[in-house]
């Protein structure tokens, strides 16, 4: 069973749309990341949020935490060809203290010229 | 600083061979992971390392062992490889006692097994 539940699983848009992208779950997290993950290359961080409702900006995509620290959303205003990656978000439970994360399946988006 | 390194970056392996790969990290974290990816399951936690010396299994452990040789290494073994093991592993390190948990990733091996 998914822990995570990231939506959609693909997403394909023009560059200049707006998109937002789910990640959902029952349980409650510590804390949750994004990571974005391009061809032949390992997953790099985006952001991480710690706090029940906390939105954190990095450039045009803004990341929101849930007030129950059950969910995410990832939002990327005028999306560019170079968004086009595997966006994939990950969560600490809490009382975990093994340093363990997990991960969705991920939302492939490809952003067209 | 190279952060994480694994090696090999490809391996083609028959049925029934096996293989070790190899993981290591310099950012002094006490933590270490091993996961692989197949199309649409995302990441999934083979074994981890909380600390040197000690692993545990995640969440698809089954014809995997591990090894935490010191702080710096990790690595993964297949003894017995099959088919089904055919996929993009990564090793990530994070400082493991910390909160929160932010995870750092090598370039991953691509194994096939035919």
């Known amino acids: 069973t998914q822990l995570l539940e990231q939506s959609p699983q693909f997403l394909s848009i023009q560059e200049g749309e707006n998109l937002t992208v789910y990640c959902n779950s029952s349980?409650?997290?510590?804390?949750l990341q994004w990571y974005r993950q391009e061809p032949g290359e390992g997953p790099v961080l985006l952001v991480t949020?710690?706090?029940?409702?906390e939105v954190k900006k990095l450039k045009r995509l803004t990341f929101q935490f849930g007030d129950a620290r059950k969910d995410s959303s990832l939002h990327i205003t005028a999306a560019q060809p170079g968004d086009t990656g595997l966006y994939l978000c990950?969560?600490?439970?809490?009382?975990?203290?093994?340093?363990?994360?997990?991960f969705g399946r991920g939302t492939q988006l490809t952003v067209w010229p | 600083n190279a952060g994480v390194t694994q090696t090999p970056k490809f391996q083609v392996l028959k049925t029934g061979q096996s293989m070790t790969l190899q993981c290591a990290q310099d950012?002094?974290?006490?933590?270490m992971y091993w996961y692989r990816q197949d199309p649409g399951m995302g990441l999934r936690l083979i074994y981890y390392?909380?600390?040197?010396?000690?692993?545990d299994k995640g969440e698809v452990p089954n014809g995997y062992n591990v090894s935490r040789l010191n702080k710096r290494e990790f690595s993964l073994r297949l003894e017995s490889a099959a088919p089904s093991q055919t996929s993009v592993y990564f090793c990530?390190?994070?400082?493991?006692?910390?909160?929160?948990?932010?995870?750092?990733f090598g370039p991953g091996t691509r194994l096939t097994v035919t």
């Open positions: 990530a390190s994070s400082e493991g006692t910390g909160y929160p948990y932010e995870q750092y």
């Open positions: 349980s409650v997290f510590s804390s």
């Open positions: 949020v710690v706090t029940g409702g």
């Open positions: 990950a969560g600490a439970r809490r009382g975990s203290t093994l340093g363990r994360l997990y």
């Open positions: 950012m002094n974290h006490n933590s």
């Open positions: 390392s909380a600390s040197e010396g000690t692993t």
